[in-house]
């Protein structure tokens, strides 16, 4: 690759659910404070991550059982059971204020760079839950992406490599507990930029909970993030 820029994205920031939408959850609030309704510690790894980088962050702190913003507006999960029965013309309005105009400024900052020549490396962070229908999962750090892409594919062995390395301690693995190319925004932006793009979802264990292991698992991605592109400039 040329000369990259980074971009990092948390779709899932937060649980926020605006006053007029407040009633469709009255009475579900635990399920929204639940990974069901965001990604606990996803947006602070995200944030602490930027730090050591001179590049921009996009996130959404919509919840996602409101409208969900990683998966493809023709995707059954789009919106959540609490929002289905709403009128089609209130839907529009959802995707216009909170799912569009949010993926449309991810775009545009990707799109704008890959005009100017530079190579993107997206980097969207994610969390998940320890235990999922009784079972517990194993894996504490997953990288996510397309392994039929042999530019994503050298460039998440060498990340996760370098993370190993970094954090020998840790379960960490490809594509797991989800595959990258499976439905969501990066999956998304590949079909979009077939070149110049590198799409990596970071998907971080939620038993990692309190500010001292989020912040050395931020830590050690963008150490190792940066080993990656210590020669290149990053500019927002």
């Known amino acids: 690759m040329g000369t990259r820029r980074i971009i990092i994205t948390c779709e899932h920031a937060d649980n926020y659910i605006p006053r007029d939408f407040k009633l469709l959850f009255a009475g579900y609030e635990s399920v929204l404070e639940s990974h069901l309704g965001w990604d606990p510690g996803a947006f602070t790894v995200a944030k602490l991550m930027v730090k050591g980088f001179k590049c921009p962050i996009f996130f959404q702190k919509i919840s996602r059982l409101l409208v969900e913003v990683n998966r493809s507006v023709d995707h059954p999960q789009l919106f959540s059971k609490y929002v289905q029965k709403l009128d089609t013309s209130v839907k529009s309005m959802l995707l216009e204020k909170y799912y569009y105009s949010y993926r449309n400024s991810v775009e545009d900052k990707i799109a704008g760079w890959i005009g100017e020549g530079f190579d993107v490396i997206h980097i969207s962070v994610h969390s998940f839950t320890p235990v999922l229908n009784d079972i517990e999962r194993k894996v504490e750090i997953g990288l996510l992406f397309d392994d039929q892409r042999p530019a994503e594919l050298a460039f998440n062995n060498q990340w996760k490599d370098l993370l190993q390395e970094q954090m020998p ?64 400039s990053h500019h927002v």
């Open 169 to 232: 301690a840790f379960t960490i693995m490809h594509n797991v507990p989800y595959h990258g190319a499976d439905d969501g925004f990066t999956t998304y932006l590949r079909k979009k930029y077939t070149s110049n793009y590198i799409g990596t979802e970071v998907e971080i264990n939620q038993k990692f909970a309190d500010m001292t292991q989020l912040k050395m698992i931020a830590k050690s991605l963008a150490y190792c993030l940066s080993m990656l592109t210590q020669n290149e």
